[in-house]
């Protein structure tokens, strides 16, 4: 095979890529991109720039998507094969005392709303009942 040169054109032209590129919005997999609003606020809030580069943002949600991944099948091993409970995402981040802070957290409070709303859904059957 020749290579290239000035007087011969290039089997491979530049511009032939740009129709086999993904679509703004999903990944080079066909993936749609699932968190890109909520990343896109997290880098503003910690201190990106408002409009933060596209580039940043899918290599971002690829990094959250590989780990989410990553951690269920590793909670699918853990507990009952196949299946995964809170119980095993607890296991899992049991030695990180900042995940397994959050995660504390979040149970705490999902909790709370929980109560809350029992409480005002009682409330709301009384008022109703009268």
């Known amino acids: ?8 054109p290039d ?15 999903a990944t080079a ?12 606020c997290m880098m503003y809030g910690f201190g990106d720039d408002q409009n933060p ?3 940043s943002v899918d290599f971002l949600e690829d990094l959250v998507i590989e780990f989410i991944t990553e951690t269920t099948h590793k909670a699918m091993e853990v507990g009952r ?5 809170v119980e095993d995402i607890i296991f899992l981040v ?20 929980k109560k809350a709303r029992k409480a005002f859904d009682e409330v709301k059957y009384v008022e109703d009942q009268q």
């Open 53 to 55: 580069y596209t580039e």
């Open 1 to 8: 095979m020749a290579t290239p040169t000035p007087d011969t």
């Open 94 to 113: 049991r030695k990180d005392p900042r995940k397994y802070a959050r995660v504390k957290d979040l149970l705490t409070m999902n909790e709370e709303l």
């Open 81 to 85: 094969h196949g299946r995964v409970q």
């Open 29 to 40: 997999s066909g993936r749609k991109r699932l968190f890109s609003k909520e990343l896109r």
């Open 11 to 25: 089997q491979f032209d530049q511009f032939d890529d740009e129709e086999t590129e993904p679509q703004l919005g």
